[in-house]
Structures are given as structure tokens and as C-alpha cells.
């Protein structure tokens, strides 16, 4: 376990050196389903994101995403703050509505419904979004409750705030109302739809959807030896040799107008050198 941070730490850095822009964590209490067992380690969210704050320079700092349920939005309005002041004005808030029914279940969160655990996060953001830009907002809602909540001390006056989500009614609504940014959950083939309707929510509300930033997470699995990856495409993963994973990721996920990309290389554990090799070759996507 005493390698267990030093381990995370080189995570971090190892993107940052190779020109990555922000490093995200999961913010959940167990492992999940398809990576381990529950009991296998899992760090709290913010305590890891604020020690790294401490252990690198350039890169944004963010959870991808924050669950609603397990914190308080007066309380994550203080925490994301505090977060961006140790990391001198890196912090990104990253917030959804929370899936995990396990982890609530045995650590006493509650998951309420479906309908539940949307309403939430559109309450949520209404405290959020005033406390991050200084304000002090007094809010009497259907599940949160608020009176002159102070948020000091702040580093900056506007913390980007990224919702993820694939929901087209109410996370692309509320990512057109109050997000700088959405993550956009969705296999590969239904970007273009999801980029669609993510421009009609802006339109409802006079927005330029130039103006949201979007991206989508992909799980890469890097393979040297060039092959017809035809049969590995679809779904959210993208396999081959880097030559090929860029390529994929240009014509498939830039191309159509997704503005960026969050790596995953679960399969790949941590081995010192893989995200430097994917830096190398999606850089020139990014710099074009």
C-alpha cells in the first residue's frame, strides 16, 4: 500500500510531460464492475486530486465526473473551490447525477429513483454555479435548501464547470443552461445524433453551442502490430497500433465535431510509457 500514491503520482506526471491538458479521477468509494473487485483500492476523489495539486504544474484537475449524491452542493462548492486554490486556478468541476448502486447502497447514500437523481443535480447547480463566482445564493428547493451560502476564500471568479452525461432531455439541458463543458457518455457511432440534439438545447435557450465546450471518454488499448481493426471498432473502446487509435479518434470523433478527447487505458494498468506514446501521436490532432 506504501506504493500506492507514489504510483498515482506518476500517473499524473506522466501526462502532463507528454502535453495532455487535465487529469481526471473516478470520484467513487469502491472499484467498479468490469476493473475489480469492490474491496481493491479506491482513493477518495478530491483528498488525491488536492495532493496532486501539489505534485504537478500545467495540468487541469478534475473528476470525471462528481457524483451529486455523495456531497452536499454547498459542501462541493467548497471543496472544488478549495481545490483551485491549491492548485493556483487549475480546478475543474466535473458533476452528474450518479449511478453506482452499490456503493450507495453499503455506504448509506441515498439513490432515490431515476427521475430522482436528475432533479438533483439541476437543484445542485443552481447553489453551485453562484457559490464558485462569489455570490451568496439563498435557494428554497424541492431537495436542497440554502440561506446566504459564503464560498471564501476563491482563487478565480469562474471555475469551469463540465457535466457528463448522455441524457438528451435533462443533462443536455442543464449542460446548455449552466456547463462550460459536456462529456458526452456515448458509443462512438452516436456522436454525430448526440451533437445534434446538444445544439437544439442550446438553441432552446439562445445559447451559441460554440460557446459548450464537448468531448467523449474513450477507452484505448494500444496494440503495435497493425491490423484490420474494422471488427474492434463501435462502443466506446478503440483498438489498434497508435498510428491507427489516432486515426480512429480523428475521423470518428474530431471530425464530426466533438471538440475533445478523455483517454482510458485500463488494460494497460500502469505501465510508464503507454500515455506518452498516445500523447505523442494524438498532439498533432490537437495543434492542427
Known amino acids: 500500500m ?3 500514491f507514489p504510483a498515482v503520482k506518476a500517473q ?16 467513487h468509494f469502491y472499484q467498479l464492475p468490469g ?10 476523489a478530491y483528498t488525491a486530486l488536492g495532493a496532486l495539486a501539489t505534485a504537478t504544474e500545467r495540468v487541469q484537475l478534475s473528476t470525471l465526473v462528481t457524483g451529486n449524491t455523495y456531497r452536499n452542493p454547498t459542501l462541493l462548492a467548497k471543496v472544488i473551490t478549495t481545490l483551485d486554490v491549491v492548485s493556483a486556478g487549475r480546478a ?7 449511478w453506482f448502486e452499490l456503493e450507495h447502497r453499503q455506504l448509506g447514500f441515498d439513490f432515490d429513483t431515476f427521475t430522482e437523481r436528475f432533479e438533483k443535480p439541476e437543484e445542485a447547480l443552481q447553489i453551485i454555479v453562484p457559490m464558485l463566482h462569489g455570490e451568496r445564493p439563498t435557494f428554497d428547493g424541492k431537495w436542497y435548501h440554502t440561506e446566504s451560502a459564503i464560498n471564501e476564500p476563491r482563487y478565480r471568479d ?7 452525461g448522455s441524457g438528451e432531455k435533462k443533462t443536455f439541458r442543464s449542460a446548455a443552461r449552466y456547463a462550460d463543458h459536456l462529456n458526452l457518455i456515448a458509443d462512438i457511432d452516436e456522436l454525430p445524433h448526440k451533437l445534434h440534439v446538444l445544439r437544439r438545447r442550446c438553441a432552446e435557450i439562445d445559447r451559441d453551442p460554440a ?4 468531448s467523449t471518454l474513450l477507452t484505448v488499448v494500444l496494440d503495435d502490430a497493425p491490423r ?19 486515426d480512429e479518434i480523428k475521423r470518428r470523433v474530431l471530425d464530426v465535431g466533438v471538440d475533445g478527447v478523455i483517454v482510458n487505458l485500463p488494460t494497460h494498468g500502469y ?11 494524438l498532439r498533432p490532432l490537437v495543434d492542427a
Open 211 to 214: 460557446t459548450l465546450e464537448t
Open 2 to 4: 506504501a506504493d500506492l
Open 271 to 281: 505501465t510508464p510509457g503507454v500515455v506518452t506514446k498516445v500523447g505523442e501521436v
Open 35 to 44: 476493473l475489480g473487485e469492490p474491496d481493491e483500492p479506491m482513493l477518495e
Open 12 to 27: 499524473a506526471a506522466e501526462p502532463e510531460a507528454a502535453g495532455f491538458d487535465t487529469v481526471l479521477l473516478m470520484d
Open 92 to 98: 475543474v468541476l466535473g458533476i452528474g447525477a450518479g
Open 228 to 246: 484490420d481493426i474494422g471488427g474492434a471498432r463501435g462502443g466506446r473502446a478503440v483498438i489498434g497500433s497508435p498510428d491507427q487509435v489516432a
Open 158 to 164: 469562474h471555475i469551469p464547470v463540465m457535466l457528463g
